[in-house]
Nanobody
């Protein structure tokens, strides 16, 4: 069973930065395209950033210009660099496939942005 383990979240003031990570138990080439999702309190999970196996990226309008998705294939790890954070970025962040049935969701990593 594929395992996805997110980490690196925390509490940060508005305008600050965080980098979160997602370690996969299999090669990232098997997962691609993959993405970062977030779920705000009382809201559905939404896709905020994605990356193909060749490195092409796509971002939700709400995070474009502030978030950057990257990966380290050797470590089977995906990252999300989040800059200029806003209170509305608060939520639990998960990584998973972008197409097809998702793998079992990890526990996510909580990001809280204070105003």
């Amino acid at each position: 069973q594929v395992q996805l383990v997110e980490s690196g979240g925390g509490l940060v003031q508005a305008g600050g930065s965080l980098r979160i990570s997602c370690a996969a138990s299999i090669s990232l080439f098997s997962i691609a395209p993959l993405g970062w999702y977030r779920q705000a309190p009382g809201s559905q999970r939404e896709l905020v950033a994605s990356m193909t196996s060749s490195g092409n990226t796509n971002y939700a309008d709400a995070v474009k210009g502030r978030f950057t998705i990257s990966k380290d294939n050797a470590k089977n790890t995906v990252y999300l660099q989040m800059n200029s954070l806003k209170p509305e970025d608060t939520g639990v962040y998960y990584c998973n496939k972008v197409r097809g049935s998702p793998y079992s969701w990890g526990q996510g990593t909580q990001v809280t942005v204070s105003s």
